[in-house]
């Protein structure tokens, strides 16, 4: 009778290769564990650094600008504006397309899944039918990325858009120029 190892030549160079391709297989699953683990912190970080920025731009907020974030729904409302009320309400869309973009970039990035947006609360509707937003949008689209203007942009359709009846350059004349344009 012949022995096992006879019947089945196998040279110990064989044994050898199969034990270091065995151990290279073992180190890529380990390898692809701590990349999907890294990942997984990559997004916890980004979610909570949005997290974190969006609730400190909150908690700065005062009574005044509580007050003309309401208002900014209200068309006769925002027509009664000073160059302050407009000057601050700009601020505060400009801080919020801010962290939307940050937002939009990690998404692009793959640190966010693609509904990052609505998770974080910057689901924001026809985000252009509000009268406030539609009148500061032509000043504030030249300050933000593509990926931001898509967004807003795509967000209302051409005719749910707000209609502005606002000059704010004439207001910023009158106000700070004491110049009333002439029409």
């Known amino acids: 009778m012949q022995s096992s190892r006879a019947r089945f030549p ?9 034990i270091a391709a065995a151990g290279v297989i073992a180190s890529l699953a ?39 974030m309401t208002e900014s729904d209200y068309p006769e409302a925002v027509e009664r504006w000073n160059l302050e009320n407009w000057e601050t309400a700009e601020r505060l869309f400009t801080a919020d397309l ?11 990035q793959g640190l966010l899944p693609a509904d990052a947006t609505a998770r974080l609360g910057y689901n924001w ?22 990926s931001v203007r898509k967004f807003v942009e795509e967000s209302t359709p051409e005719d749910k858009r707000f209609a502005c ?10 106000t700070i120029l004491g110049q009333k344009e002439k029409k």
């Not at 509707?125 to 593509?146: H, K, Q, Y």
Request: charged content about 20%.
């Open 10 to 18: 196998i040279s110990t160079r064989t044994i050898q290769q199969s």
């Open 30 to 68: 380990f390898v692809g564990m701590q990349i999907r683990e890294s990942n997984i912190q990559a997004r916890a970080a980004a979610y909570q650094a949005i997290g974190i920025a969006t609730s400190e731009f909150h908690r700065g907020f005062t009574p005044s600008m509580n007050r003309l």
């Open 98 to 108: 801010r962290m939307l973009e940050t937002i939009l970039l990690q998404v692009e």
């Open 125 to 146: 509707g026809p985000i252009l039918s509000n009268p406030a937003f539609g009148c500061l949008w032509p000043e504030l689209r030249t300050r933000v990325g593509p």
């Open 165 to 174: 009846k606002v000059d704010l350059q004439a207001l910023r004349a009158e």
